[in-house]
């Protein structure tokens, strides 16, 4: 339900010009105008509102989404082609609406806490906020920044900034607030009752996006597990829903014989109704793990280094495996746009291989389920040789990136992998930034997936961190053992000499250990 601004009780409203009229008129009915910045006042145990305006600073403002290695982008196609657009009224004039699959944008209000760290620290989360909206399929329209100590208990921002929200909910004809945290289920009720709109948080905008984006099936079945723990505690009842059933011919419910005693109630019933799909989807996603491990085992028995790419969502991963492998994955000014892992092969410019696998972007706070959900994913960069960290240099809080995608590599262990720093966007940074980040970063590389720049440097660089072949053996291989001699070109293996003599291929290399008990027959010992 949207709420419509009441001008004529509001003194506010009646202290506003005709043109702040007009505007309010003019966003209400959709027309592309941009929200006016709602200048809110001081009031108790809070802080000034800071309206979030225009394209979300979290998603980077570059004129070409795409390279020439980014390949057709056929899945980025399918996805647009439910597409979504401001002003869509719900009486359709044109039957191409119908036809092109156009959906009306919600339209939404943010709000936020500042209870610790700097304001620009609240309003850079609060841009994160409205990036994730964007990309779940919302136009938003203002937002507001509290100073508060703690949470309040019983609406989160406290009475009196919650009677602002809805000011700001009425003036604006939002349909949907969403606040900046994970919100208990009182919170949320209680807010929705004041300002009397849909109220969701920050959890539950992530499991959406989520929810768009999953492809492949162990992606999905991830997501619906992630999403039923999200719902399990926040189910609630109204009316009858919520009473026992009847016993014999009591009222109206004529159960009759074999339904006497206290019964279940909805709620109970929803509940255990959730618990064994939940059941289910954990048997489902642990029978998929093992063809994961099986993969992973074929590589460690080959011992194929392995690097993964892991960073903050929206860093350029995608783009990055698809301009070091040409893999053609999808690619999108978005976050969160790619979920499912993607591993490709590589090799190092003197012909050492490697897999490159693309995994999911993390957030700041990012939802405790999903890490439990996408623990079998995560675990590409738990098992990795190598971990190719991607930073937005571009991003305005680079830092907190790299701390929140630090915090989730703590979470599944992946803190002991060596870990290099690829400072991605370069031709979109602040070369002050950039500078800031290469004095603070040991190990680091700085590229642009979308133009090249210092893609060799990183080559280089992974190619002098991967594992390489350790034993070194001085072998003598008969000319009809020449499938030796390609096993050696074909493997992973570092040819430093070959000499060719009377007995055979007199040759120098570096195998690893595997290979090496295969070759011992060969070995001369001068």
Do not use: C
Request: proline residues 5%; negative net charge; glycine residues 8%.
């Amino acid at each position: 339900m949207t709420s419509q601004p009441n001008t004529g009780s509001d003194p506010a409203a009646q202290d506003m010009s005709p043109q702040e009229i007009q505007a309010v008129i003019d966003r209400i009915l959709a027309k592309d105008v941009p929200a006016k910045n709602v200048s809110t006042p001081r009031g108790e145990g809070s802080g000034d509102g800071k309206a979030v305006l225009g394209r979300a600073q979290a998603i980077s403002r570059l004129d070409e989404e795409h390279s020439t290695y980014d390949g057709d982008q056929q899945d980025l196609e399918e996805r647009r082609a439910l597409r979504r657009r401001a002003g869509l009224s719900t009486e359709l004039e044109d039957v191409t609406e119908v036809e092109y699959r156009q959906l009306r944008l919600e339209r939404v209000v943010l709000a936020g806490l500042w209870s610790e760290g700097t304001l620009a620290d609240a309003e850079n989360s609060l841009r994160e906020l409205a990036a994730l909206a964007e990309t779940a399929g919302s136009e938003v329209l203002d937002g507001l920044v509290q100073r508060r100590d703690k949470p309040d208990p019983g609406t989160f921002l406290g009475s009196g900034k919650a009677q602002e929200l809805k000011d700001i909910v009425m003036s604006t004809g939002a349909d949907t607030v969403i606040v900046d945290a994970e919100l208990a289920p009182s919170q949320r009720r209680a807010l929705e009752d004041i300002v009397k709109v849909k109220v969701i948080d920050r959890t539950a905008l992530i499991l959406d996006i989520f929810a768009q984006h999953a492809k492949s099936r162990e992606g999905k079945a991830q997501v619906e597990l992630a999403q039923l723990e999200y719902l399990l505690p926040r189910l609630r009842g109204w009316g009858e829903s919520m009473s026992r059933q009847a016993g014999g011919q009591v009222g109206s419910a004529a159960a009759g014989m074999g339904s006497r005693g206290p019964g279940e109630t909805k709620i109970e019933l929803d509940r255990r109704r959730i618990r064994t799909r939940m059941a289910k989807l954990r048997r489902e996603i642990a029978a998929m793990k093992p063809a994961r491990e099986t993969k992973r085992a074929n590589r460690r028995r080959n011992e194929v280094p392995s690097v993964a790419i892991a960073g903050y969502t929206n860093a350029g991963k995608s783009s990055l495996l698809n301009r070091l492998t040409d893999a053609g994955v999808l690619v999108e000014n978005a976050l969160f746009a790619t979920l499912d892992p993607t591993v490709r092969k590589a090799e190092t410019p003197d012909g050492l291989g490697y897999t490159l696998a693309d995994t999911v972007g993390f957030v700041r706070s990012l939802p405790t389920q999903l890490v439990e959900a996408f623990r079998s994913t995560l675990e590409e960069v738990a098992d990795a040789d190598l971990i190719l960290h991607v930073v937005d240099v571009s991003h305005p809080d680079p830092e907190g990136q790299i701390a929140a995608v630090r915090k989730v590599f703590s979470e599944v262990d992946a803190r002991k992998v060596p870990e290099i720093i690829v400072l991605n966007k370069a031709d979109a940074a602040d070369p002050f930034v950039v500078e800031r980040l290469k004095q603070r970063e040991q190990r680091h590389v700085v590229v642009s997936a979308r133009t090249g720049e210092g893609i060799p440097e990183l080559l280089k660089l992974i190619s002098e961190s991967i594992p390489r072949p350790s034993v070194q053996m001085d072998l003598l291989i008969p000319y009809d053992r020449g499938d030796l001699i390609s096993k050696l070109h074909q493997s992973d293996a570092e040819i430093l000499s070959v000499d060719h003599i009377e007995a055979g291929t007199r040759t120098a290399v570096k195998v690893r250990e595997g290979l090496a008990s295969e070759l011992e027959p060969f070995a001369v010992n001068d």
